[in-house]
């Protein structure tokens, strides 16, 4: 009796648990239906809802931080775009000055085996006639044009073809050789010189005898007084580069060490015939920049920026200094530098040149854990391709509410140091992975939902501003809980001055 008890006893046991097991069964299809209000694994744009319709979930809401700890414990992968290229960095107007000036003194250089032209009115007639005391005829004259350059006039002839006679106010026929064709009062009110010096040298009083400025002392000619003059009196003059004429100022004269432009041809008077020094004064690391010569005559200089010049900014207000070896010095003021070019990588980004999206949840709570990090060492670095990668700063948002991220993140390049423009970049995202059922129905089961759509491109209106579109992936898990994520991060090249930092 007792052992037929016991077995009627266990045998009723064994059937309750089967019919437990079969109400379980029973009950499946309907959570399953309940949970497909969103299409798992959807790309951007999948239905809202968390799934969990009917079904009871944790009553202990998650910390910010429980729900990043349980998001770092999946596995993911870390996905990097192709490089998008910056086509419109040429815009940033410095830069697109700085190399329209290039392009022309470039340009200049390049004419025809002649000798590149002065500016209109800036040389001496042709004929030889000079102020008082002049050369006699056949003789090249202290104002004429060394250059080849055009008539006095302010005409133009062909390149080395000599000008006929003419006078630089225009209107007078030449005299006849060795005569004076004007007074030096006539010729003091032609066309402002294109020499320069220092400002605080005392101005030339006009045509001088052959005595020279005593050495180390900047002459000074004034602006009303003519070419013809200043070379006259012996003074150093500057009056084109390459072509391109020159003034008491000219931002136009722009100084590279950028081999496809570092050549510069300075033509003037008065430089003597025995090699000096030519360099550029500004606020150069240290004051100023030696010139390669490349040749020396008394109306021409060949120079050469040192091609190795690096760890030096673009200059905006630099002057050539001429230091011929048996007269003064002069000076070219008002001149620009353009350094040599470099693209690198970005290792860091101002938290502060980022403004981040804001973002709501299917609740109708914002989003509010937000982590930025530069360089990134976010929830993505331990899924990344390559731990040799270097990402200026990234992004990690995390939620335990589903959020469709609407709205943009904006990255600024503006206050990066001058020169700099950036010129590329990738768009590196991580995607989580939900954990796998098991064997058996009371494992708890996880389902995922994507929304939105990873992208980025250069603002359309700012080649300076970085536009990045956001997606996130929602984990839907009934028992455990849910969890959210979005991160991303960028890597990005920029191009400027060789060997400087670019932030400042």
Known sequence: MTYSISTNSGWLKHFAICLFVLALLFAWPDRVSAQATGTAGASAGTPQGQGDAGVTKPQKKRTPQEVEE????????????????NTRWK??????????????????????????????????????????GGTTAGTNPAGANPAGGGNPSGGKTSAGTPTQPGTPGGGTPAATAGKSSMS???????RAPVAVTAPAAPPSSGPSSSSSPALGRVSAVQPSVS?????????????????????MTNPKIVFSPDPQ??????????????????????????????????????????VKVAPNLTGEP????????????????????????????????????????????????????PVTSVKYSSPYNGIGRQDQQSANETFAGGIDRFNETRFNPQGTDVWDFSTLAPGFVPTQFSLGHWNGQCAEGG??????????????????????????????????????????????????????????????????
């Open 70 to 85: 349980a998001i770092r414990k999946k596995k993911g992968n870390f996905k990097k775009s192709p490089k998008i290229k």
């Open 91 to 132: 815009d940033d107007p410095e830069v697109a000055a700085l190399l329209a000036a290039l392009e022309e003194l470039k340009a200049g250089k390049s004419k025809t085996g002649s000798k590149p032209k002065g500016s209109s009115g800036d040389s001496t007639n042709a004929g030889g006639s000079t102020p008082s």
């Open 184 to 190: 030096v009062a006539t010729m003091a009110t032609a």
């Open 227 to 247: 070419n013809v003059v200043a070379c006259a009196t012996k003074a150093v003059m500057i009056q084109n580069i390459n072509g391109v004429g020159t003034g």
């Open 261 to 302: 432009y570092d050549d510069y041809r300075i033509s003037g008077c008065n430089f003597g015939q025995s090699q000096g020094q030519v360099y550029l004064n500004g606020p150069f690391k240290a004051g100023q920049v030696q010139m390669q010569i490349q040749s020396w005559t008394d109306t021409e200089i060949e």
């Open 314 to 365: 673009d200059q905006n207000n630099v002057a050539l200094v001429i230091a011929p070896s048996a007269n003064a010095p002069a000076r070219l003021q008002g001149c620009k530098f353009y350094a040599m070019r470099q693209e690198v990588t970005l290792s860091r980004f101002p938290q502060a040149q980022v403004t981040l999206a804001s973002i709501v949840d299917d609740a109708g709570a």
């Open 439 to 504: 064997s058996s129905v009371l494992v708890d089961d996880d389902t995922i939902y994507t929304d939105g759509q990873w992208s980025a491109q250069w603002d359309p209106g700012n080649p300076k501003r970085l536009i990045v579109s956001l997606a996130e992936w929602h984990c839907h898990a009934t028992y455990s809980g849910d969890t959210s994520n979005s991160s991303y991060a960028l890597d990005v090249q920029v191009s400027g001055p060789a060997g400087v930092n670019p932030w400042p």
